[in-house]
């Protein structure tokens, strides 16, 4: 058995040699036909006449014209796809280009937004300030707890800034009263929002001329903040978008300011009145989600 296998093998390995041998001499025949051919043609063209030579010359062209027609259009073809490639990169190129301009204009934009809203709300401020006849004093919002966000927020002013600053002032913008100071510390000052429970504020009507208390009542189901006026009468006239302003009799706060208009009647039911009286709901002139600078309102008139 041992020596059958050797023998195939040794079978195989001759016959791979004789295929190899055969091979070489069908390479060496080929390129020796070839370069004979190439020879003849030489020869031709040198030995034949003129007329003869044009008369292959012009066979050659017959013969080989489809072939040379078709390397043209193969070469023309792969030129084509070359150039269409690069063109595509130079189009990506471009667009990647434009995308980072057009984000940067839109920051640009975006900032010259802010900043011509800014603008317009210290043109605000500043007619505002110069058209009231009470002393002001001009503040920016610092912080802001999330956790409290309708309650309260700090300032930037406190007593080392102005000795008559204290609790319970009121602070204002030229929309409306936004609540009063609560604890006053150095350089700085906690503000009642309008709609923390704890802000109450003397007010009336401004058509039926009806007084009440306005308080604060948080946020409604929508999460939007809200301040109630209770105790008016019970016949009070007042109808929904109605302005509520500041009456003045509370001690605190000045009259005439405005806190917010009515946006629903309270049914006279004992569960929202009390017997002679009736509540409102109001939304609040400013808007409390958007507080960047204030006035406090300093006691006394500006001289």
Known sequence: MRKTTVE????????????????????????????L???????????LPKPWQQTIHKYGLELFSPVIWIWDKTVKTIDDYTSSLKTLDQVQLELKELKAKNAQLAMENSYLTHLRQENERLKEMLSFRHASRYRLLACRVISRDPTNWWNDL?????????????????VVTPRGVVGKTGIVARHTTEVILLTNENCKISAMTEVSKDQGLVVGAGTNGENKPYSRMIYLPRNSQVGVGERVLTSGLGG????????GSVIQLEPLDASHNFGLYREVILDTGVDLTQLNEMFVILVGKRE
Request: aromatic share 18%; hydrophobic share 50%.
């Open 154 to 170: 700090l300032i930037d002013v406190g007593w080392a800034d102005d000795n008559e600053l204290y609790s319970d002032l009121p």
């Open 37 to 47: 051919g190439a020879l003849f043609l030489v020869f031709i063209g040198l030995v």
């Open 252 to 259: 605190v706060f000045p009259p005439g300011l405005y806190i």
């Open 8 to 35: 195939k093998d040794d079978s195989s390995l001759f016959e791979e040699k004789e295929q190899n041998a055969f091979s070489k001499i069908a390479y060496h025949r080929a390129g020796i036909f070839i370069f």
